[in-house]
């Protein structure tokens, strides 16, 4: 399992390569790579914040979650914080599970827990100000169907 | 004494990204009405705790918890990450 929270860009493809291949028990699989999105055509930039005594932890123990849950035999979490450009990749998860329904299921548990129990915050910088990204309800809800 | 952290607009709201305070608060919320009687800025911070999350020793609680043995508080909004 492999936790990284940097600042630093990454390469979704060559981390997905080196990612729990040729080890013979992994039949599956799955990756998500997050974009920094611009709704508006404003967007200068992402600036994202993160409590650094506690991310990694954070992550850890939802990634230890997922491993239990769904008999993960891998799993990667990167997740970027500083100064991000619209099309820059964010964050990336990937899971490797015997079956693919294993891998996907958990690939989207951990994207659910990170979008609101991981330590980070966004802040839109556009070129009429900046306003930090507000939390959405259903990013709330999309929890409870984990219970 | 305590280790008080704040992130993104509560960091913004208060001026300041952490400090240490002296303090009897048995509970987070004791600790949030403390802050709040000091000065402004604070009170405008904590006007809706229902808008706030709150990390004991890098944990998420809640602001009823005990504040025994934790050596440091964060204050922060609704967590915005992937």
Do not use: C, N
Not at chain 1, 13 to 32: C, K, N, P, Q, Y
Not at chain 2, 22 to 31: F, H, K, R, S, Y
Not at chain 2, 35 to 58: H, K, P
């Amino acid at each position: 399992m492999t936790v990284r929270v940097q600042p630093d860009v990454f390469d979704p493809g060559a981390e997905l390569t080196g990612f729990s291949t040729r080890r013979g028990d992994v039949g599956a699989i799955v990756s998500f790579t997050g974009v920094v999105r611009d709704d508006t055509g404003d967007l200068e930039r992402l600036e994202i914040e993160h409590y650094p005594a506690m991310t990694k932890q954070a992550i850890g123990a939802m990634v230890d979650k997922a491993v239990a849950r769904w008999a993960l035999k891998d799993a990667l979490v990167i997740h970027r914080y500083g100064a991000l450009e619209p099309g820059e990749v964010i964050m990336m998860v990937a899971t490797a599970a015997r079956h693919r329904k294993d891998a996907f299921a958990a690939a989207d548990f951990l994207m659910d827990f990170l979008k609101s129990r991981a330590p980070f915050w966004k802040k839109e910088i556009t070129r009429r100000g900046a306003s930090w990204v507000e939390a959405k309800e259903a990013d709330e809800d999309a929890l409870s169907r984990w219970d | 004494m305590i280790d008080v952290l704040y992130f993104a607009w509560v960091r913004e709201r208060i001026g300041l990204p952490s400090e240490k305070v002296e303090t009897g608060a048995q509970t987070v919320a004791d600790l949030v009405a403390e802050l709040s009687a000091r000065e402004e800025r604070y009170a405008a911070a904590f006007a809706d705790t229902s808008a706030l999350r709150v990390a004991l020793d890098q944990e998420l609680s809640d602001f009823d918890a005990s504040l025994a043995d934790v050596r440091e508080v964060a204050f922060f909004p609704p967590m915005t990450g992937g």
